[in-house]
């Protein structure tokens, strides 16, 4: 897990993303990872995922952090 990673699915997305359309990702924030679960990620905090996000080339619709380690953000490709 990296943010190179989560970069490269932002860039894909946006690739075969049709204009106009939306996308609802979801993203691990807070501190540290789950590293006794068979799935962990790299945790991101919330301005690091929405600059992520623009520099993928998206406008940011919605951006909500649900709980401790949950970041859902909505992306549009303009």
Known sequence: PSEQLIKDYLDEIYRVLKPDGIAKIHLRT????????WYYGVAVSPEIALIMAKKAGFSVV???IEGLKNLWLTLEKK
């Not at 807070?30 to 679960?37: A, C, E, I």
């Open 62 to 64: 919605e951006q909500k």
């Open 30 to 37: 807070g501190l540290g990872t789950y590293k006794w679960h």
